[in-house]
């Protein structure tokens, strides 16, 4: 629980990279809507230029906001653990390439990619979660359930909108990050097209 608290705490900086945030909300709901900002980080300007992409991250930065809550609270009523999210250096990795991505079409193809990738992490231990959990917590196999298939979904999502905006006929989440180098030097992914 602690891996997946940490998991989606980085996830909200990525998610509010990409989306923007806003300190004060506006009464209408817009397409140039922002995330809150994660505790410890700056607030910071949309870097993703898609609607599609900053409407992607504003519905993971709230899902994964309350699943933080939720397994702290399991957290904390079972066990005892007032546990604080930190950010893992396999994290701080994902969320430096989002951060010297320019803004715009760079940004959006290394989100899809770095995002992807941050999604597939989590679905070994996501999978040991519903399978090998104590039977006494349904409830956490519940939240495991969940997370698998939004994440699962998601990470299909991003592999169709790079090959619907970058011609990335098959990007490969599992892969690892840095042997393919982009355009600014970013670590990219593997996939048979090419950007």
């Not at 806003?22 to 898609?50: N, W």
């Not at 992409?53 to 709230?62: E, G, I, P």
């Not at 609270?73 to 990795?93: C, I, K, M, S, T």
């Amino acid at each position: 629980m602690q891996m997946a608290v940490d998991h989606h705490f980085a996830a909200l900086r990525m998610t509010e990279l990409a989306a923007g945030t806003d300190v004060q909300r506006d009464a209408d709901i817009s397409a140039s809507e922002g995330t809150s900002p994660t505790p410890g980080y700056a607030t910071t300007p949309a870097k993703a230029s898609l609607d599609d992409l900053k409407s992607m991250a504003r519905r993971n930065n709230r899902m994964q906001r309350e699943e933080i809550m939720k397994m702290q609270g399991f957290l904390r009523d079972w066990y005892g653990v007032q546990y604080q999210p930190r950010v893992r250096p396999e994290n701080a990795v994902q969320i430096a390439i989002l951060e010297r991505a320019q803004t715009g079409a760079d940004f959006n193809h290394a989100f899809y990619e770095v995002f992807a990738r941050h999604h597939y992490t989590l679905m070994e231990p996501v999978n040991a979660c519903m399978t090998g959990t104590d039977l006494g917590h349904d409830e956490l196999r519940m939240e495991c359930r969940g997370m698998w298939h939004s994440q699962i979904a998601d990470i299909e999502m991003m592999r169709m909108e790079l090959k619907k905006h970058f011609g990335i006929e098959d990007y490969q989440p599992f892969r690892n990050l840095e042997p393919l180098k982009g355009n600014n030097g970013l670590p990219r992914g593997d996939h048979s097209g090419g950007h």
